[in-house]
């Protein structure tokens, strides 16, 4: 079975720094998609970043990138120049192509920016 | 951007009753809709799968006959807690699949039972 991990319960961050958060994950596929989402206090689920397992680039979004290094299976997610915006649970996502595409979630990391 | 709306947004039901909590896509048709649990500081627990027009494929756990699912359109997935008890009081979130199987998420529908 695919298991995501995401080892920090709790990070936190200065404004307008750098802040990297940690994902693992296991799984026997060779196809899949990786994602990040953002929960802000409304709850409201908001896709940060999503990479293919196929691509060797990292996916960025804006200020939004990501480090996959899938022998490792690892996709850690760095968020540079912290907003106070960006204070949310960031949750782990990982789902297989194709099957039945349901997401498979990590426990989350909340993250605290500090002004 | 696609939009996916639940409803209510949050509900109070007594012991024993039944609640509907509709999720709609409002702008793209999704085949295949999905329920979640999430509690408090804990992360999204899939409940079922729902297909238009079949039945839904429900999670290791997860009672079929207290959480009916009904995807009856291609727009519209309603999960129904019957009976419901304290312990069913969550945070329950739908999220709906478009094409290119990318997943919009709804705001989510509180349920406390008192």
Redesign the interface.
């Known amino acids: 079975a695919q298991t995501v991990t995401q080892s920090q319960p709790e990070m936190s961050v200065q404004e307008a720094e750098t802040v990297t958060l940690s994902c693992t994950y296991d799984t026997s596929e060779s196809d899949y998609y990786l994602f990040w989402y953002k929960q802000p206090p409304s709850r409201q689920m908001i896709l940060v970043i999503r990479q293919e397992a196929y691509k060797q680039q990292n996916a960025t979004e804006n200020r939004f990138s990501v480090n996959f290094q899938k022998a490792a299976k690892s996709f850690s997610l760095k968020i540079s120049d912290s907003q106070l915006g960006d204070a949310a649970m960031y949750f782990c996502a990982y789902r297989v192509q194709g099957g039945s595409e349901k997401l498979v979630f990590g426990k989350g990391t909340k993250l605290t920016v500090n002004p | 951007g696609a939009v996916v709306s639940q409803h209510p947004s949050w509900v109070i039901c007594k012991s024993g009753t039944s609640v509907k909590i509709e999720c709609r896509s409002l702008d793209f048709q999704a085949t295949?809709m999905?329920w979640y649990r999430?509690f408090p500081k804990?992360?999204?627990m899939?409940m079922a799968?729902s297909n238009e027009g079949s039945k839904a494929?429900y999670e290791q756990g997860v009672e079929k006959d207290k959480f009916l699912i009904n995807h009856a359109s291609l727009t519209l997935s309603t999960l129904t807690v019957t009976s419901a008890h304290p312990e069913d009081s969550s945070?329950y979130?739908c999220?709906a699949?478009s094409t290119g199987?990318r997943?919009f998420?709804g705001?989510?529908t509180r349920l406390t039972v008192l």
């Open positions: 295949t999905f999430q804990q992360s999204l899939l799968t494929t945070f979130i999220s699949q199987a997943q998420f705001p989510g």
